[in-house]
């Protein structure tokens, strides 16, 4: 290659009238609405809602104190203030009514599958297939799991934010230098996508593809390299302080193939795998995917570690061919996934890391729809559209109806899981049905796997039946447990409590007291440590 920059196709979008623009765009985002419109009707569910919602102190009014605490300190294992915000506007106008904050979650989706369909028209140039991307995404049953369950507000929220930021760089990139204003207009929108949900901090990497396929510099005297490196220190610097914080206080898997490098990337392999595979659309969506067995021949290895370097070899396939498709499309969906994949998120495999993943699959498949339309007639391609967009739907439809209740969520996950959380909080919706042996059966097939929780619940089912020695004898284990977990103060507190309350219905008042002052001094906030304790003084008292 010579001092002068290689000769590329200029980036250039098909002009559109602004009608046939609003007609496009409001089938994409009404198709949105329809489909998730049963959502409304959805409760909040027994997965997080209640730490982010329902018993959240800090979303219940726009105070002072409120949004102090929401910007400055992490919310359970992880720092995302503008998901937390965006609840306090959801309490603000409808307390704890679900109908409400299902409602913002669903006009988010809406908005974000037509940003989706304006940044694929931006970046390829073509509004037909911009238009049949934008429908995809708005229908594709991965995104189920984003928008029907409260609690990924930051996937749909991150979104809104994110698709604008790379708009502006579009706006902004020139062939030899940026314009400021919407330059800096995409700094803005990046750090707000951040403050959303820290995963998106790896976007810039895409803005580098943008720049390799519209940089007109020069790249052997260096000032290619230059503009391209400078001017993403701004998104280094908007999103590396919250990479930090998340990185400290966010849960990472203590799975043992953690700690074997190798083994970590031959499953992270298989990872890439199903995630290319789910985005079709084609096999079962569940809440958990259990974690497979890691096979260790020399075809599966192969096999696996190939799942990392697919999606980058497409995007070198399409810079070989000038394919400006292939290089968004897979490049997209290759950097949207790299937290997931590459991570140590503790589960194995996620629908939510596919939220804006998966736009670049919905382009390619849009794209090679209408590649193929050239030799077939044009009532074939668009009745095959309406194929696939049926198909998305009704997949979308049938597992949109999973999240309905905490019942339903997890009757359907346990279909295809023996994930513990799945059995522990099926378990916990039957003690508030009142039905007891199931619940203790439940717990039972959740404590084969190593955790405190089932032990827990196995010591309050006990406990309820009136089997004192058999809830003692389960407490034993979850403070095993709790030891090998390491230092948790308030489930030790927790674990304190329930020992002392099985105590006092043994009529072992003086250990019961003693066990429920040392939950309080653990953690001094425990309502019902406090009552139980003055109770446990009253009989010792009375001489009991």
């Known amino acids: 290659m010579g001092s002068k920059a290689p000769s590329k196709p200029a980036r250039r979008v098909e002009p559109v009238a602004k009608s046939r623009w609003l007609l496009a765009a409001g089938a994409i985002a009404l198709a949105a609405v329809v489909l998730n419109l049963p959502t409304l009707h959805f409760q909040f569910v027994s997965w997080d809602d209640s730490h982010y919602v329902t018993e959240n102190p800090w979303i219940r009014g726009w105070t002072a104190t409120n949004l102090t605490h929401i910007f400055t300190q992490p919310w359970f294992v992880s720092y995302m203030p503008l998901q937390l915000v965006s609840y306090v506007l959801d309490y603000s106008l409808w307390g704890f009514k679900p109908f409400g904050y299902h409602l913002q979650q669903l006009v988010l ?67 030899r230098s940026l314009g400021m204003k919407p330059y800096v207009i995409s700094i803005v929108f990046f750090a707000l996508a951040v403050l959303s949900k820290v995963n998106v901090v790896v976007m810039p990497l895409f803005l580098v593809l943008v720049d390799f396929e519209t940089l007109r510099l020069p790249r052997r005297d260096g000032r290619w390299w230059m503009e391209v490196a400078g001017n993403k220190i701004p998104y280094l610097a908007a999103g590396g302080a919250v990479s930090v914080v998340n990185w400290i206080v966010e849960v990472k898997t203590q ?52 799942g990392l370097f697919f999606l980058p070899a497409l995007v ?4 070989r061919l000038k394919n400006r498709v292939l290089v968004f499309g897979a490049g997209w969906m290759f950097v949207m ?19 804006l993943a998966v736009l670049g699959f919905c382009w390619l498949l849009a794209a090679a729809l209408m590649e193929a339309r050239k030799p077939i007639p044009l009532v074939v391609t668009v009745l095959v559209a309406v194929v696939i967009t049926a ?24 279909v295809a899981s023996q994930d513990f959380r799945a059995y522990n909080n099926l378990a916990r919706e039957r003690m508030d049905q009142g039905r007891w042996e199931e619940a203790l059966r439940l717990f039972e097939l959740g404590s084969r796997q190593s955790n405190v929780t089932s032990w827990e619940g196995l010591t309050a089912v006990n406990y309820k039946m009136g089997r004192y020695e058999e809830a003692l004898k389960a407490n034993d284990k979850s403070f095993q447990l709790h030891t090998v977990k390491g230092q948790d103060l308030i489930e030790e507190a927790e674990l304190h409590y329930k020992r002392g309350t099985i105590f006092l219905a043994m009529h072992r008042t003086n250990e019961s007291i003693a066990e429920l002052q040392t939950a309080l001094r653990l953690n001094p906030s425990h309502a019902e440590a406090k009552r139980i304790l003055g109770l446990a003084n009253q009989v010792k008292q009375q001489g009991g």
Do not use: C, Q
Not at 289 to 305: E, G, H, K
Not at 316 to 319: A, C, D, P
Not at 391 to 414: I, M, P, Q
């Open 391 to 414: 198909f998305f739907a009704v997949r979308a439809d049938r597992y949109n109806r999973a999240w309905a209740t905490s019942e339903s969520l997890w009757s359907y996950t346990l």
């Open 316 to 319: 070198w396939l399409g810079f």
């Open 109 to 175: 989706h809406a908005l974000d599958s037509v940003l989706a369909f304006e940044l694929v028209r931006r970046l390829i140039g073509r509004f037909w297939l911009a238009a049949l991307a934008g429908l995809f995404f708005a229908v594709h049953p991965a995104h189920v799991e984003s928008v029907a369950w409260v609690s990924a507000r930051k996937d749909v929220l991150s979104a809104l934010f994110l698709i604008p930021s790379v708009l502006f760089y579009l706006r902004a990139r020139g062939e």
């Open 255 to 306: 799975a043992s193939y953690a700690k074997e490098p190798f083994l970590y990337m031959v499953l992270k392999g298989r990872t890439a795998w199903d995630y290319l595979w789910h985005a079709t659309g084609i096999p079962r969506l569940n809440p958990i995917y259990d974690t497979p067995p890691i096979t260790t021949d020399v075809v599966s290895i192969l096999v696996s570690l190939a």
């Open 337 to 355: 996934l790299l937290p997931a994949v590459f991570f140590p998120v503790p589960t194995y495999l996620a629908d939510r890391y596919l939220y």
